[in-house]
């Protein structure tokens, strides 16, 4: 049975940094991505990585701001989160596996950025 559990949200003044971090447990997978909800609007891919690392891709709004890296021997993915603006509140979710498609989703972690 495939879980993903994510850790490390919590609330953050704008200009702060935050790093969640998802175990993956009951499987291993090429892709592993995050995305995010905020209220009022579709889910968002923030960030994915392929299995080596070596290919990843941003969402627009969070390039040179946000950096995905992955540690397979642990089974974990992670999400480093620099320069938070107000408008990155939302729930994060970690994905496995599909691109915009995943097959498998955690639960949530909601990042909150104030002002």
């Known amino acids: 049975q495939v879980q993903l559990v994510e850790s490390g949200g919590g609330l953050v003044q704008a200009g702060g940094s935050l790093i969640l971090s998802c175990a993956a447990s009951?499987?291993?997978?090429?892709?592993m991505s995050w995305f995010r909800r905020a209220p009022g609007k579709e889910r968002e891919l923030v960030a994915s990585?392929?299995?080596?690392?070596?290919?990843?891709n941003y969402a627009d709004s969070v390039k040179d701001r946000f950096t995905i890296s992955r540690d397979n021997a642990k089974n974990k993915v992670y999400l480093q989160m620099n320069s938070l603006k107000p408008e990155d509140t939302a729930v994060y979710y970690c994905?496995?596996?599909?691109?915009?498609?995943?097959?498998?989703w955690g639960q949530g972690t909601q990042v909150t950025v104030s002002t």
């Open positions: 990585i392929n299995w080596s690392g070596g290919r990843t």
């Open positions: 009951g499987g291993t997978f090429n892709t």
């Open positions: 994905a496995a596996g599909g691109g915009y498609a995943p097959d498998y």
